[in-house]
Every structure is written in C-alpha cells, then in structure tokens.
C-alpha cells in the first residue's frame, strides 16, 4: 500500500486494497465508507482515483442558469423554488424575457444554457419547444441543457406523448442535453416524504436511459442531507452505477447538497462540511463508469468546493450567473462567478483550470470570436403565465 495513504479505520483495509486494484466496490464497501470516520483516507482514495483520470487538471464551465418559472405543481417539501401561480413571488418569462437572458449569458461568454423550471399548471409543450427553437435560431453556437427527467415526464403527460416521442421533440427543437436535477434519492420511502407527486426513481432511471437511446447525454444527481439513511444513497448511487453500465449516457455527477431553509423540511439540520466532502469522495469511488464528478460551489460554497477537488471532484460548476433554487432555500452564496474568480479558486486549490464546454470539450477562447456586446439587462419584469399560452 502506498506510504502515503494512513488508515486509521481498519474497515477501510480491505476496501482501499480494491480501491488500489482498480476492483469495484460493493453497496457494503460504499455504507463502510460513508460510515467511516476516517476521513482523509477516504478522500485519499478518492483523490487517488481522481488523479488516475484526470490528473491535476480541474475543469469548469461558463454557463447561464435559466429557469423560465417557479409556478409548480408538484410542491415538493424539499424545494423553496416552486410556488403556486397566484401566491407573491410567483413568476413566469415570457419568450422574448428568455430570449433576452440568452443574449446576456452570450455577451457574457457562456457557451451553455442550463435550463429548468417549475411544472407550470398552464403552459403548454409547445410553449417550450419555441422557447428551445427560438434560444437555437438566435444562439446556435450555445449548448442547450435543458429539461429534468421531472420535467420531461411532465410534459409527455400533458401532451400525451410517449416518453421517447416528447424526448425526440425536444431534440428537433434544439435540446443539446438533460440536466441531472430530479433525481433527488431513488427509494420510495425517501420519495414519499420528500417529494411525493414526482416521478418515481424507476421513471427518472427509465426516461434518463431512453434519452441516452436517442442520442441525448444527461447528467445525474443526488440531493443528500435531508431524511435518508446512508443506505438510501448508497443504493441510490448503485442504480445509477448499473444504469450508466447499459447506456454510457451520463456525462457527469452532480452530489446536492440540502438546504433546508424556506422548505417544509426546515427543520432538519443542514449538513455538514464532514459529509459533504465524504460524500463526494463515496461518490468518486462508488461511480466508477463516470467520467466527471462535479463540485457545484453555490451549494457547497466556494471553499468547501474547492476542497472538493481534493476529495474526487474534477469540475467546478461553473460562472452561473443567476441561480434561484438554492437562493430560495436561504443559500448565502454569490449568485455567480466569473471566469478569473474560477480560475483563482482552481489555482489556489492546486489544480490546473481547463475550461470545457458541456460534453467536456476544451474551450479555446483564443480561437473563438470575441462576445458581442451586452444587450440592455433583462429587468426581470414577468408577465403572468395566462398571456403565454397559445
Ligand atoms: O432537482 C431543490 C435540488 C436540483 C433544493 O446537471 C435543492 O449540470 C438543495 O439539478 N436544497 C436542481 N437542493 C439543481 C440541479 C443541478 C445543479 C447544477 C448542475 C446540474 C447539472 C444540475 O436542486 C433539484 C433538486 O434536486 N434542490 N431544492 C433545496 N432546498
């Protein structure tokens, strides 16, 4: 065993000898792990890992989050986001407020869009599918990330379409690919208490594995820290291990963490710096057919982000812009960062930024022309939902 891996948890023996091997881990290994105590050697591990397929490089993005409205159905307990359509702070953008966000995160430099939103009682499918062919008319150099499984499922029931059928859909209009957001904890009973009117874990699982059937790559997530047993992630990181080994259609894992403020949950306690990073680091080691591990700083905070990346993350997501769901959970970090502060965070960190596009593309800036000027800022001034609809 290396000189520099110390293993104060004899449990991890056995386990870090695999690690070592290039062997894959069982759900026992990944509960030993989690329960461990011994966190530097599981972040050893995982860094270890890390640096076998990525080396010291870190990779980040510049990218604009766009969520064309809060008005959700669902009422998820988990979630601060989502409102009902008449309620004070709802919102709705019309098309061409979308479009005018666009525009920003162009002059900005962005070359994606991440975009998601509530499950609105009113608009229609189609609505969408304008606002993806018309992002695509006007932007077609951005990569279009757009719509959860959550979303998608959605959709497919309001126009009664086939899941494949609403997924082939999107991509004519000009979905590039999926966010990974939704996925929340697969198991059922964890489902019921936390967002009990969404789709179960089989349907994010089958409608993720139908859009890697149609060409369309996605993301994955799992939101942590909130009711479930350390069981529940480990099984939850299991099935989207065996998911990723039919499809290969997973580009990068996403741990969330839970912010309970303004949520039916706000009672429970958030959690803490220690599990964050452990779970990162169960998660590099646990997913070993994922390529990227993704340290999302505005849940986890720049510094504990940053820390990350010496615990199996090997991509720091990314400028943003402007963010709501974790803004509305009473996050208190900044809504964006730019490209030098990103950089800075890297550097410090002792890795080597790359910037990448969404499928993991080096981005030279150099060879690419310069952004246009930024168009007059977006006021934010809504429209309600009802003047939308066709
Ligand atoms: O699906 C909602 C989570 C997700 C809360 O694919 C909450 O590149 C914490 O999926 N506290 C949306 N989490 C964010 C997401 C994401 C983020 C960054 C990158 C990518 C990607 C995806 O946020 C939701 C849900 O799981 N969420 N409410 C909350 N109170």
Redesign the pocket.
């Known amino acids: 065993m290396s000189a520099q891996l110390q293993i104060s948890d004899a449990r991890l023996e056995p386990i870090a000898q695999r690690v070592l091997a290039g062997e894959r881990l069982s759900a026992e290994d990944g509960l030993a792990l989690f329960q461990s105590h011994d966190l530097l050697a599981v972040g050893w591990l995982a860094n270890h890992v890390r640096e076998q397929r990525h080396g010291n490089l870190c990779y980040y993005n510049v990218n604009r989050h766009i969520n064309p409205t809060n008005v959700c159905v669902a009422h998820?307990k988990?979630?601060?986001?989502g409102r009902s359509p008449d309620v004070s702070g709802a919102y709705t953008m019309g098309l061409e407020e979308i479009f005018a966000r666009g525009a920003q995160g162009v002059a900005e430099g962005a070359t994606e869009f991440?975009i998601?939103g509530g499950l609105h009682p009113d608009l229609s499918f189609e609505f969408y599918l304008d606002m993806i062919r018309g992002l695509k008319k006007r932007f077609p150099q951005i990569h279009l990330?757009a719509f959860?499984m959550?979303e998608v499922h959605y959709y497919a029931r309001l126009s009664k379409l086939s899941i494949k059928d609403t997924l082939l859909k999107m991509k004519d209009a000009g979905v590039d690919s999926l966010?990974?957001?939704?996925?929340?904890i697969f198991h059922p009973r964890v489902r019921k208490i936390i967002c009990d009117h969404k789709v179960s874990g089989q349907m994010w699982l089958q409608i993720a594995r139908t859009a890697h059937e149609i060409g369309l790559r996605s993301?994955a997530?799992m939101?942590f820290g909130h009711v479930e047993t350390l069981e529940e992630r480990v099984d939850h990181l299991v099935r989207l291990r065996e998911s990723q080994d039919r499809t290969h259609g997973f580009v990068?894992f996403?741990p969330?963490?839970?912010?309970?403020?303004n949520?039916a949950l706000a009672h429970v306690p958030k959690p803490t710096g220690i599990d964050a990073l452990k779970t990162m680091a169960v998660s590099r080691l646990m997913l070993d057919n994922f390529d990227h591990i993704?340290a999302?700083w505005?849940?986890l905070t720049p510094r504990i982000a940053q820390i990350a990346l010496g615990f199996g993350a090997n991509d720091l997501?990314g400028t943003v812009v402007e963010e709501k769901?974790?803004h509305?959970?009473g996050a208190t970090t900044p809504e964006g960062l730019t490209r030098t502060e990103l950089e800075r965070l890297i550097r410090a960190a002792g890795r080597v930024p790359v910037e990448r596009d969404t499928l993991y593309n080096r981005v030279d800036r150099a060879s690419m022309p310069p952004p246009p000027p930024a168009p007059a800022r977006a006021t934010g001034s809504f429209v309600p939902a009802s003047s939308l609809t066709a």
């Open positions: 998820c988990l979630c601060a986001f991440h998601v990330k959860t959550v966010p990974g957001g939704g996925a929340e993301n997530t939101l990068t996403i969330l963490e839970f912010h309970p403020g949520t993704k999302y505005i849940m997501d769901i974790y509305d959970a």
